[in-house]
């Protein structure tokens, strides 16, 4: 007897599938493009890509889908459907070693790409009721952006 099982698009191995296979560049460009809100002209996707780890004791972090968009900008894709009550941090910890493992020796440091992680919760994190949300670093005395090399 077989039994049909519906698999969703929010299911990990279905959503890294489609948007980080080699030759689908095409629909993740779609889908950046629809949540960024910007041209794009190019889309580089990486797979398996776990956080660079500095000590055997450092926690793993294995990111859904990277991709480099522009060849400026590094993004992190997550998709999360149960709420573990760490997002906030969880996002902070990977943009932070999106952001240390993107430059490379002798480089200057104003040559690291901005850095942007979206995440796709099946939860809402804020009390806002927006569907979506931009957070980036300000100053809390005067609210202005300090740079506009981190995105979440």
Do not use: C
């Not at 698009?9 to 296979?21: A, G, V």
């Not at 889908?31 to 055997?56: A, H, S, T």
């Not at 952001?99 to 901005?114: A, E, S, W």
């Amino acid at each position: 007897m077989t039994k049909n099982v519906e698999l969703q698009l929010t299911n990990d191995y279905i959503f890294k599938r489609l948007f980080s296979k080699k030759g689908n560049e095409d629909i993740l460009k779609d889908l950046l493009e629809g949540i960024l809100e910007i041209p794009i002209e190019k889309v580089e996707v990486m797979q398996e890509v776990e956080l660079e780890r500095v000590d055997i004791k450092d926690k793993l972090g294995v990111i859904d889908i990277k991709a480099v968009i522009n060849e400026d900008t590094t993004v992190d894709i997550e998709m999360q459907i149960a709420d573990e009550k760490n997002m906030i941090e969880r996002t902070l910890y990977y943009w932070a070693g999106l952001y240390y493992t993107g430059l490379k020796r002798g480089r200057d440091y104003k040559l690291n790409n901005k850095v942007i992680t979206i995440n796709i919760l099946m939860y809402n994190i804020f009390k806002e009721e927006n569907y979506h949300t931009i957070a980036t670093i300000r100053n809390d005395e005067n609210n202005k952006k300090i740079t506009d090399k981190l995105e979440i």
